[in-house]
């Protein structure tokens, strides 16, 4: 059964820091990975793509990472603000049309 | 170029009743995907039209459903609400909804069943 498993559940962190919130799939074939981000009310809104090939990618702040052996990737955010704090949902797809399976998000508070 | 719009923003209903939502895509995509959101399930798969077909389909019982209309606006329908129907429903446009397309997503409706 595909799979994404996403952790921490919730993180509160001080503004100005950097924090890593990590994603673990098994799902298979494996077409690529997106980074979203949703606040509150709002619908998701992608930051990153990755693909079998790239193991990191830069969006500004975030930088995505991907360990395709390993299935594993992450997303750093560097120096923090208070508009990061959201939830940071994790998709992995398998390939094909709406082949998709969803983590279950971390919530990130970034406090003053 | 406007984003995905979906109306209404907020409901609440009672058990048994029915409920319509609706979506617009974004000008020029063909493919709506229509998922549920709950804290504890996160982001669930309900079905996706593309060209006025239903292409894919969660697994949701039959109770949901939907329609894609010539202009690519979306509408799914819930029957007999329960009260596990409360959650916050999201859809999303692509053009094509092909892998590598990104999926751009209305702000929900977010549903209260009483």
């Known amino acids: 059964k595909n799979q994404v498993e996403q952790s921490p559940q919730s993180l509160i962190i001080l503004e100005g820091k950097n924090c890593t919130l990590q994603?673990?799939?098994?799902?298979?074939?494996?077409?690529?990975l997106r980074w979203y981000k949703q606040d509150t009310g709002r619908g998701p809104v992608s930051l990153t793509i990755?693909?079998?090939?790239?193991n990191t990618k830069s969006n500004g702040r975030y930088t995505a990472t991907l360990d395709a052996d390993t299935k594993q990737s992450s997303l750093h955010i560097t120096a923090s603000q208070l508009s990061d704090s959201a939830s940071y949902i994790c998709?992995?797809?398998?390939?094909?049309?709406?082949?998709?399976?969803f983590g279950t998000g971390t919530k990130l508070q970034v406090i003053p | 170029k406007a984003g995905v719009t979906q109306t209404p923003r907020y409901l609440i209903k009672t058990r048994g009743q029915q409920v319509t939502l609706s979506c617009s895509p974004i000008s020029g995509h063909r493919s709506v995907s229509w998922y549920q959101q709950t804290p504890g399930q996160g982001l669930q798969f309900l079905f996706e039209y593309f060209s006025e077909t239903q292409r894919n389909k969660g697994n949701f019982p039959g109770r949901f459903s939907g329609r894609q209309f010539s202009n690519s606006r979306s509408e799914m329908n819930v029957s007999t609400l329960e009260l596990g129907d409360s959650a916050l429903y999201l859809c999303a446009s692509t053009k094509d909804g092909g892998p590598g397309d990104e999926q751009f997503f209305g702000p929900g409706t977010r549903l209260t069943v009483l």
């Open positions: 994603c673990n799939y098994t799902v298979s074939p494996f077409s690529n």
């Open positions: 998709v992995v797809r398998s390939g094909g049309y709406q082949k998709v399976t």
């Open positions: 990755m693909t079998f090939s790239e």
